[in-house]
T-cell receptor
Framework: QQQVKQSPQSLIVQKGGISIINCAYENTAFDYFPWYQQFPGKGPALLIAIRPDVSEKKEGRFTISFNKSAKQFSLHIMDSQPGDSATYFCAASKGGGSQGNLIFGKGTKLSVKP | DTEVTQTPKHLVMGMTNKKSLKCEQHMGHRAMYWYKQKAKKPPELMFVYSYEKLSINESVPSRFSPECPNSSLLNLHLHALQPEDSALYLC????????????FGQGTRLTVV
């Protein structure tokens, strides 16, 4: 049973456009939602993360929107650049003294065309 | 410094070989993890070490044997692997098991021939 569903599987955006990647989760015990960026042959890099007590978090061109009632969260990349071309993974985790294991979505391959 | 260092970067081994993957972090983190990632797939959790003790083993075959010599080091010993074990092996660490901000290393690309 997939606990974190991510869409789309792939995304092509023109330079300067907005990239939007969506994730939905099932387990209401999740309380930490990070996004990771991964370039080919490299390890995932933590991009931005949010907790359920806020509905939006922005860091530079990257914004997470969080809808607790719908159990959905999304990553928006503003002014997308060719250097943003990578695979993006959303994830969810239970913290608060537990093991904090990350449950990953299946990933979205983003291509930003010049 | 948010660096997790993994060695080697690439490894080719035969099915009868014994090899080890190494991971090191100097962030003072007390939780360390091994993940396996196949091509075009998300990372899959293998092991969790919490305060140098193995706390989670996600039903990983015994041909994979983790070891945590101290709080900064994590090893993964490999023996009698199969070609389907070829993957990117990722090490990660977090401040403690209850803190979920995890930092990943660059991974070891393992090929079993």
């Amino acid at each position: 049973q997939q606990q974190v569903k991510q869409s789309p599987q792939s995304l092509i955006v023109q330079k300067g456009g907005i990239s939007i990647i969506n994730c939905a989760y099932e387990n209401t015990a999740f309380d930490y939602f990070p996004w990771y960026q991964q370039f080919p042959g490299k390890g995932p890099a933590l991009l931005i993360a949010i907790r359920p007590d806020v509905s939006e978090k922005k860091e530079g061109r990257f914004t997470i929107s969080f809808n607790k009632s719908a159990k959905q969260f999304s990553l928006h990349i503003m002014d997308s650049q060719p250097g943003d071309s990578a695979t993006y993974f959303c994830a969810a985790s239970k913290g608060g003294g537990s093991q904090g294991n990350l449950i990953f979505g299946k990933g979205t391959k983003l291509s930003v065309k010049p | 410094d948010t660096e997790v260092t993994q060695t080697p970067k690439h490894l080719v081994m035969g099915m009868t070989n014994k090899k080890s993957l190494k991971c090191e972090q100097h962030m003072g983190h007390r939780a360390m993890y091994w993940y396996k990632q196949k091509a075009k797939k998300p990372p899959e959790l293998m092991f969790v070490y919490s305060y140098e003790k193995l706390s989670i083993n996600e039903s990983v075959p015994s041909r994979f044997s983790p070891e945590c010599p101290n709080s900064s080091l994590l090893n993964l010993h490999l023996h009698a692997l199969q070609p389907e074990d070829s993957a990117l092996y990722l090490c990660a660490s977090s401040q403690s098991p209850g803190v979920t901000e995890a930092f990943f290393g660059q991974g070891t690309r393992l090929t079993v021939v």
